[in-house]
Structure formats: C-alpha cells, structure tokens
C-alpha cells in the first residue's frame, strides 16, 4: 500500500488544521467560547452540527488516498513492488463491500431483480425475457446506476467533491471579497474607482461562459502535459481545483459589493471616528473596528455561498464545463439521470439521492449559519 | 352644539411579552377642552408616546389598552367600531410625529399627500381640493408653489409644516403632536411652535403637546400632566404648576435643568432610574428614587388628588392618612416653594478667565483662519467645480482649563469645525496650534503625541461605541495607540481608576455596551477619552440625546473633571441655557464663521449680532424667565 496526497487533499487538511489551531487557542478564552456553547445548547444548533460533522467526517475519510500494492506474481523477486493505477481512500476501503458489489445494470431500491429483461435460459431450456435476479438481492438499499454501481456508494464518494467544492472556493474567494471590499468602503477615493471598475467589469461578463472557457483552457492544458499526472484521480483532481480558483476569482464581486457598502457606513459611525482621534492606524481601525462589525454578512454570504457552490457544480458538470466527468459528483450523478429520466420506465433513484443528500447538506449548513450568527450578535438576548 | 375636546379616563395599556406582563401606562387620565393647549411631560420610557398611539388606537399588535375611557366630544373612541375609527383618525383626531423626514412618503408630492387626506375626510377632489390645498399651505407658512415638491426637496421646518398641513386637512377638533420639534434646530423649533400654537388659537382647536422639554411646555401649554413610569404624577395649570410644583419628581424636574444663575453650582440630581415597565409596584413609584419618601410611601399608592384649585397631586405627603401621627408635620413642606438646589461651590474657575484674545502663548488651543472647504466634483472627469465652505476662516483660543461653548445651528459647521481641529478632516487653510505646537503636516509619532493632549466625546452614545467590544477593550484602546509604554496590568489598572471616576461599577469592564443606558454609556464614551490623560477635551453636544435628569449628572461629572484636573473643554451645542449655565466664553456660529465671541454672561445678556438675538429669542422659555 502507498499513501496519495493530491492537493485537494493537502489543502482540505491543511484546511481542517486551521481550524483545530483556530478552536485550540480560542479554548480558554470565555467570550470567544460562550457563543458557541451558545450554539450547541440549543436544539437547532446541535442537530445541524452533527449532521455537518458526518458530512465533514465522510469526506475527511475520503480524501485519505493510497494506491493498492498489486500481487507479486510476474516479475524478479526484489524488483520494486507495483502499485495498481486506481486510487483508493480509507472510505473506499471501509465500504469495500458497497464497492466491489455490482449488478449488471440498473435496479430499483432493495429490488431483488434488475430493472431490466434480459433473454435468459428458464429451468426448461428454453429461452426467455424476464427480470434477472440480482446477484446481491436486497443489497442496494438505493439501487444501482447503469453500470451496476451502488447509487448510496456514489452519493458517498459525492459528497467530498460537494464539500471541496464549498470550502476551497470559498476560501479563494473571502480574501478577494474582505480586502477589496472593505478598502474600497474605507479608503474610497480612487482606490474605490478602482475596486469597483474591476468587479463591474468582472459581473458583466457572463459568468458560466468566463468559467467554461477558463475550464476549457485548463483541459488543454492538462492534456498537453499527460507526464505530470501518474494516475487519473490526480488529473480529476487538478481540474476540480482548477474549477474552485475559477469560481472563486469569479464570485467574490456579491460580497465586495455588499462589504464596501456597510463600510461605507460604519466608517462614519462615531466609534470609528473615536478611534481614529485615538490615533488608532488604518489596519487596527479595519482590523478591529469594521470587519467584527460585518462578520455577520460574510458568515451569512459564506454559507448562502456555499450552498449556491454545491448547487453551481451540478449545474456546471450538467453542462460539460465541471468536474471530471469520471469523478463522482452531485452534478454528475444528476447530469446522468437527465437520460434516466427520459427513459420508460423511469429511473429516478440516481436524481432522487442525489437530490437528498444535497438538500440535507445545504440545509444543514443554512441552520447551523443561522444559528452562529444569532450568537455572535451580542446584542441577542441571551437565554441562559 | 355638542361637548367639544377629549376627555381621558383611567387609560391602562398592557403589553403581555414572552410571558411577561408589562403595564406601560397605567390609570391615566387628563381632559382637554376646546381651544385649549394640554402638555403630557415626562422623561424618555415614561408611557407618554404610548398614550398618544391609545387615543389614536395605533398600539403596537402587542399593546392592548385594558380599561379606560376615552370621549372625544359625545363619541366613544374605545367602543368604536375599526371601520368608523378610520373616519375619525386624520379627521377629527389628528397627529403630528416627531421625525419629519420619515412621516411623509417620499415618492410622493406634498400636493397629493394633502389631497389624499382632503378626499378621504371632505370628500374634496379636483379644483376644490387644489384650492384646499394652497389655502392650507398658507395656513401653515409655505408657498403655494411647494405643493408639487417632492418630501426631500423640502427642509427640515418645511417638511414639518407640510405634514401639520396635512393634519389639519380633516379639520381636527383634536391635534396631538408628539415631540413635534425634537428633531429640529431651536429657530425652527421656536417657528413651528408658534405656528402650532396660532392655529390652535385661530382654529379652536384641542392640542394635545406631548413633550420632555419643560420649557416648551411652559410656553405653550394651558395645562400641564406630567407623568412618571406610566402615571400621571402631577396635573396642573401651567401658572399653578410652574409657580409651584408640588411633585417631588416635578421638582426635581426643574432643580436638574442647568440656569445661567446656577453657574458654579451643582445640579440637583435625581438618583436610580425610571423603574422598569414589569415591576410590582406596591407602593409610589417614585419612592425609591424620592428624598421625601416615608414607610407609608412604600407600602401604599397614592392615588391622583386635588389639593388646589387647578392642582392635583399624586403623593402622600399632601393627603396623611391619619392626621395626628407624625404624618401631619409634613403637610405644610411641600406648600413652600421648591428648595433650592443644593449649593456645593465648585472650585474656583482655574486661572481665573482665560487670557484676552492675542496673547496665544498662553492659550491650550489657538484656531487661526480655519477653513474646511469641500469641493464639489462634477462630470465624468470630476472635475471640481466649486466648494462647500462648511468652515471659512474661523479664529479661536481656550485657555488651560476654560469652558468655550460653540454654538450654532445644525449644518453650520461646528461638528465640521471640531473634526479639523482633531485632524480627522484635513483642513483647507489656517492653522490649529495645540499648546504652542503646530498640527498641520504632523504626521506619525508626533501627531500622535499630540491626540494624547486633546480628544472627543460624541452626540449619540450609541453609535460612540463599537458594539462588538466590551467596555474593557474600548477603554484601553487609546492607550494601547498612544501610550504603548504601559503593559497589560497598567492598563487594566488604569480602566479600573476611570471607571470609578465616571460612577460605573467595577464590573462594568467585562460587560458590553448595549447592556447599559443611555447616561451609562456617554459616562463610558466619557471615560474612553480621559484614559489618555488629554488637557482638552472636544464635547460634540454630549447631552442632546440624554433625558434632563441624566444630562444633570453628566454635566456634574464634566464639572468634577475640571475642577480635579484642570482639563479645557470645547462645548459644542445648541443649548443655550448648558451654556449659560456651564461656559466661561461663548463663540456663535453661522454659515461656517464665528459671528460673535464673547464672556458668557455678557454675551447671553446683552448680545451685539443680530443672530445671536435670534437665537437668545427662539430658545424656549425665554419669555418667562
């Protein structure tokens, strides 16, 4: 066995450390600390944040990548071990069962036969078209996709790609909104001219025509040089990132625009002028003054954001201009059901899961934001 | 013909919130008659706007009125019918509110704002209605040519004026304006008074003042209730109660105002706060806060008395219940005339009035030619096409320790002028020298050395102080910016010291700012700025949006603070009796100059420019004292 870093994976760990360093030196410090018991005490809070944290554990099992050791059977002895050309994760090796039990073909939810006839030899010997029995009857608890692959599985392997989705871009994209934004507010002036020639510029071009093109440029790019990328999760996984830095670069204008505006307002706002007699320097003044007083719009634009990013990918590999097609996704799993559903009789599972757990992520998220941004704001009244 | 005014009988408001039963006006009851002028006067949180909105029945969904009875002339306003209500609001009872530039819709033009009133209660359309409407603009002071103005074409006073004319549209037989002139600089103020108080008189009409300015209330009112957490406490003719009051909360009332004649002398104050709107109430409700409270006070309600003709009291000092047992000895007290404030000199003004014009090297600040000039951009280009002279060379010195009061109204630059001078706006020309240094070109360390020795308390308590910090980490910040040499220990020492001087308690470091009132946090704001030790201190009218019991003990402390530490204040308001009461000298403001500068007694008795007699003229209250 040979462990894999690809750079989603390095980046979502990276990621996560952030954040566990981040809850580490926050742990002693009682106002930063009661909000979110705040948070966990209520109902809402605590439900969504376990939801979000099955969610955040399976895609942090799947991102742990290694490639399979083949069996040493041709070759020396003592010649350098080979490793298969698939790449596994710790989920894959853990659903191994879900993995390797295919069918040949479609079958509905706990069917005990596939969803289509096939010609068959009966008992008599003669040949007749009937429903085929599974091989595995009643072990799809959401059915197969057509190539016989468990639908649960793929909707598992689907949600790292949501999440990585969600996070990476919105980590491009909140430095772009938050120092863009708030200089424009604060320092106006030309520096404001500026900000706002830019991103008027950027919003009026259409936006999935910028990323398809940005996709395609990426595409040739990677098949121009097939010798950096040993196996085809590291090609997958270089276009997904790819596509995060696109619509990252592209989407932070919503939040500058609405940052730059609330700036606008808060730097007349006594406090700052306060500060500013105080001889308090323009970094402090932004650092302390104004971005506490709209953490609460960039945490309400994240998570809509997020949602919106999970969503976006759907529509963008429905498209073309997503993620790889050979990479399990939301949008993917949805692309394909297009077909699915024009079929007789329909197939709906795929859409159906895909559809889901989507819903239970993003719903998830929108409680759990709710619920943060209500504690941060000191002047909620608290129930203690 | 039938019975005209409004008679109000034991009015209960009630708002039941989240389990909570709050009673926000309780056993109310006050009559007006016709052509006569009636004052509900009561600090902020006192129940008098929730009053209005019953007799409107405009309550909140929350608020529910729970006993009382209110006639207008021969009609039942409670028992009415929400159809036929209709018909009598903006008809035969109509209100003023007290923001003018929220009051009007702005889309639309003040012609067809009045004229929707015209055809909904005179069924007055087309020319007729054209006609009404100009007749009423006259009536009210403005053009004919204004009614197809759109609301924020109009200033201020015009947008006030509109709105009365469009109240009087339905021929009221009651008018009730609620801090009609709160929002607006004391000319206006004084020209929509007037206005209101000719069309009573020439109208015949009921007007219902709800106010919190004494002054006001005496210059307009024939009547007087003054009411105190929901009651009325004290109700009056005006000449009866303004010669004596006989309320101990009425009393204090007047004791707390700051008088030029009370120069050098501490204001009464009024201890605690107004009682919350949940509280039991056994007895008085002014009884914790009252010097005069007995057992009996505590333990009984008293209930509203006449103890004069034209006076009725609600307090138990003027009713005993058993005479004969301690009780009757204080009867005769509160006959005489209120007492006087108590009399604590303070400390003789330091150094003795600051030093004539001309000798700067004595002076803490000296302002000379100061101009603020912002360009108008136009055009693609932006190219500048002129300026707005919000200062245009204005000279000015205080002395170490001197009170110099700014005065002026909205938009004449002062606020302008005092962002300048802290070198939080660049000026356009002149120059601000600050102990002997000059601050223009300053720049880094030693412009910083220099915000140590001079800074600001603002207007709104509110927005002064950053909600997303506490009351600790605001204090220490200007001496984290400016005093790097102190650690965390000296710093938090120091927080403590200044907290206990503005009279906050010591916890109050760890809480944030929405957890205080009003008062509380201009005491904080306060705090903040001596933190750094300045010599002067810039005071952007600290006490225009405090109550008058609590702008009595701010402007105490501010006295306690000079007189300890010898600091110089520049005092930026519109009040004219703070600055009688508080200034040594008095500069006037207009149009972006200083039009006259002078000692304060002797400019507030015999002043030269003709703006300032204007302004001494429009200050409410001036023709009685």
């Given at each position: 066995m040979k462990p894999v870093l690809l750079w989603s994976d390095a980046l979502l760990f990276l990621l996560m450390a952030g954040v566990l360093v981040l809850v580490w030196s926050m742990r002693h410090e009682d106002w930063l600390r009661d909000p979110w018991r705040h948070v966990m005490r209520s109902r809402i809070g605590a439900g969504s944040a376990l939801l979000l944290v099955v969610f955040l554990a399976v895609g942090l099992l799947d991102s742990l990548h290694y490639r399979e050791r083949l069996p040493?059977?041709?070759?020396?002895?003592?010649a350098t071990a080979q490793h298969s050309g698939e790449v596994l994760s710790a989920l894959d090796w853990l659903l191994t069962d879900l993995r390797t039990r295919t069918e040949k073909t479609y079958s509905a939810?706990?069917?005990?036969?596939?969803?289509v006839k096939e010609s068959m030899k009966g008992p008599d010997g003669r040949e007749v078209r009937d429903y085929p029995p599974l091989q595995?009857?009643?072990?799809?608890l959401l059915g197969t996709d057509k190539v016989g692959q468990d639908v649960l599985y793929l909707s598992l392997k689907s949600i790292r790609t949501g999440l990585l989705i969600g996070s990476l871009t919105t980590l491009v994209m909140l430095p772009f909104a938050i120092t863009l934004g708030m200089a424009a507010g604060y320092f106006g002036g030309r520096v404001d001219d500026l900000i706002q020639y830019v991103y008027t510029t950027i919003n009026s071009i259409p936006g999935v025509l910028l990323i398809a093109a940005a996709v395609l440029v990426v595409q040739a790019q990677i098949e121009a040089h097939?010798?950096?990328?040993?196996t085809a999760a590291a090609r997958a996984d270089v276009r997904l990132l790819a596509l995060c830095a696109i619509l990252g670069i592209t989407g932070w204008t919503g939040l500058a625009r609405l940052l730059r505006g609330e700036v606008l307002k808060l730097r007349e706002m006594e406090f700052v002028q306060a500060a500013r007699a105080f001889g308090v320097g323009r970094l402090a003044i932004l650092s302390r003054h104004l971005l506490p007083n709209v953490m609460h719009l960039v945490l309400i634009t994240v998570v809509i954001d997020f949602s919106g990013l999970v969503l976006a990918e759907a529509v963008l590999s429905y498209v073309g201009v997503?993620?790889?097609?050979a990479m399990n996704s939301f949008g993917n799993m949805i692309n394909g059901a297009r077909l699915e559903l024009a079929r007789e009789p329909v197939v709906w599972w795929q859409l159906a899961a895909a559809f889901v757990f989507m819903f239970v992520l993003v719903l998830a998220a929108n409680l759990f934001a709710d619920q943060v941004r209500d504690a941060l704001d000191p002047r909620m009244e608290r129930k203690s | 013909m039938s019975r005209r005014g409004l008679r109000v009988e034991g009015l209960r408001v009630q708002i039941s919130q989240a389990g909570r039963l709050l009673v926000?006006?309780?056993d109310v009851g006050f009559a007006i008659g016709a052509n006569e002028c009636v004052a509900l006067l009561g600090e902020s949180g006192c129940g008098k706007s929730l009053t209005a909105l019953a007799l409107m029945r405009?309550?909140?969904?929350?608020?529910?009125?729970t006993a009382g009875r209110v006639d207008l002339g021969d009609t039942d306003l409670l028992g009415l019918p929400e159809l036929a209500m209709r018909g009598v609001r903006g008809g035969r009872l109509a209100m003023i509110f007290q923001e003018p530039m929220t009051s009007l819709?702005?889309?639309?033009?003040v012609a067809d704002q009045i004229g929707e009133a015209l055809a909904a209660h005179r069924g007055l359309v087309g020319e007729a209605a054209r006609a009404e409407v100009e007749r009423l603009l006259q009536a009210v002071g403005l053009?004919?040519?204004?009614?197809?103005?759109?609301?924020?074409?109009?200033?201020g006073g015009q947008r006030q004026r509109a709105l009365i004319a469009m109240m009087l549209a339905g021929e009221p037989e009651v008018l009730i304006a609620d801090e009609?002139?709160?929002?607006?600089d004391v000319l206006v103020q004084d020209q929509i008074l007037k206005l209101l108080k000719d069309l009573q008189t020439r109208r015949g009409m009921s007007l219902l003042l709800i106010t919190h300015d004494l002054d006001v209330a005496g210059d307009m009112a024939d009547r007087v209730a003054v009411m105190y957490a929901g009651q009325i406490v004290e109700w009056a003719s005006r000449a009866s109660l303004y010669a004596t009051p006989r309320h101990p909360y009425t009393r204090k009332l007047f004791a707390v105002l700051p008088r030029p004649?009370?120069?050098?002398q501490r204001l009464d104050s009024l201890p605690g706060r107004v009682p919350a709107a949940d509280a039991q109430h056994l007895?008085?409700?002014f009884a914790d806060r009252c010097?005069?409270?007995?057992?009996r006070c505590h333990g009984e309600a008293p209930s509203l008395l006449?103890?004069?003709?034209d006076h009725a009291v609600r307090c138990h000092l003027f009713f005993?219940?058993?005479?004969?047992?301690?009780?009757?000895?204080?009867?005769?007290?509160?006959?005489?005339?209120p007492p006087p404030a108590r009399v604590e000199s303070?400390?003789?003004?330091?150094?003795?009035?600051?030093?004539?014009?001309?000798?700067?090297?004595?002076?803490?600040l000296e302002v000379r030619d100061l101009a603020v000039h912002f360009p108008i951009r136009r055009g693609l280009l932006r190219r500048v096409v002129g300026s707005i002279k919000?200062?245009?060379?204005v000279s000015l010195s205080i002395a170490p320790g001197e009170t110099l009061a700014l005065v002026g109204?909205?938009?004449?630059?002062k606020t302008t002028l005092a962002r300048a001078v802290l070198r939080l706006l660049e000026p356009t020309a002149g120059q601000v020298m600050l102990a002997g240094r000059d601050l223009a070109g300053l720049r880094g360390e030693r412009l910083r050395r220099l915000r140590r020795e001079m800074q600001i308390v603002f207007q709104d308590p509110f927005s002064s102080?950053?909600?997303?910090?506490k009351v600790g980490a605001i204090l220490e910040e200007g001496m984290r910016s400016?005093?790097?040499?102190?650690?965390a220990q000296a710093r938090s020492e120091r927080v403590a010291v200044r907290l206990e001087q503005v009279g906050l308690?010591?916890?109050?470091?760890?809480?944030?700012?929405?957890?205080?009132?009003g008062g509380q946090r201009q005491r904080i704001a306060i705090a903040r700025a001596l933190t750094v030790e300045p010599r002067l201190l810039i005071l952007?009218?600290?006490?225009?949006?405090?109550d008058v019991s609590v702008q009595a003990q701010i402007l105490n402390l501010l006295a306690d603070i000079q007189a300890r530490q010898g600091l110089a204040y520049l005092f930026i308001t519109h009040n004219l009796s703070v600055v009688g009461y508080l200034a040594q000298r008095v500069a006037v403001m207009q149009g972006g100059r200083v039009v006259e500068e002078g000692r304060a007694e002797t400019l507030l008795a015999r002043p030269r420019s003709d703006y300032t007699r204007r302004l001494l003229a429009a200050a409410p209250g001036h023709l009685r004292a």
């Open positions: 040493r059977e041709a070759g020396p002895p003592g939810p706990l069917a005990t036969h596939l969803y595995y009857p009643r072990g799809h097939p010798e950096l990328f040993d997503g993620v790889d097609p | 926000p006006v309780d405009l309550l909140p969904e929350v608020a529910q009125v819709n702005p889309v639309m033009r053009d004919a040519g204004r009614q197809w103005d759109y609301p924020f074409q109009l200033s009609p002139t709160t929002a607006l004649e009370r120069r050098g007895g008085c409700r010097p005069e409270a007995f057992p006449q103890v004069a003709p005993p219940a058993d005479i004969g047992n301690g009780a009757s000895a204080r009867v005769a007290a509160p006959i005489s005339p303070m400390q003789p003004e330091p150094g003795e009035p600051g030093p004539p014009r001309g000798r700067a090297a004595d002076a803490l919000a200062v245009d060379g109204e909205s938009g004449c630059g102080l950053n909600p997303r910090m400016l005093l790097p040499e102190l650690d308690p010591a916890d109050a470091a760890g809480r944030h700012p929405h957890e205080f009132s952007d009218e600290p006490t225009s949006a405090l």
